[in-house]
């Protein structure tokens, strides 16, 4: 099993930047992709960004340019920087990592809420 808490949420202002962090733990082996969702009030959750084992990433056209998806191997954690916010980034932001036998798990989410 593997368990990812995420952290950094919070309020921000239209404009602003908020860094999120996923730290896992357990069984962080194979890890094939990791990656970030999120779910904005009322709405399904969408894909955000994506973290191949090979470092290579991809970006949903919404944010692209604005958010960096990284991480740091030494700590087991991958981040996403997210720059000029506005409102409509406000969500419940989740962390995914899936590994090469399958396994797909699922941090609890961090709430950011943009204020205009």
């Known amino acids: 099993q593997v368990q990812l808490v995420e952290s950094g949420g919070g309020l921000v202002q239209a404009g602003g930047s908020r860094r999120l962090s996923c730290a896992a733990s357990?069984?962080?082996?194979?890890?094939?992709?990791m990656g970030w969702y999120r779910q904005p009030p009322g709405k399904e959750r969408e894909w955000v960004a994506t973290?191949?084992?090979?470092?290579?990433?991809n970006y949903a056209d919404s944010v692209k340019g604005r958010f960096t998806i990284s991480r740091d191997n030494a700590k087991s954690t991958v981040y996403l920087q997210m720059n000029s916010l506005t409102p409509e980034d406000t969500a419940v932001y989740y962390c995914?990592?899936?590994?090469?036998?399958?396994?797909?798990?699922w941090g609890k989410g961090t709430l950011v809420t943009v204020s205009s």
């Open positions: 995914n990592v899936a590994n090469i036998f399958g396994g797909n798990y």
């Open positions: 357990g069984r962080i082996f194979a890890i094939n992709t």
């Open positions: 973290m191949f084992n090979d470092d290579k990433t």
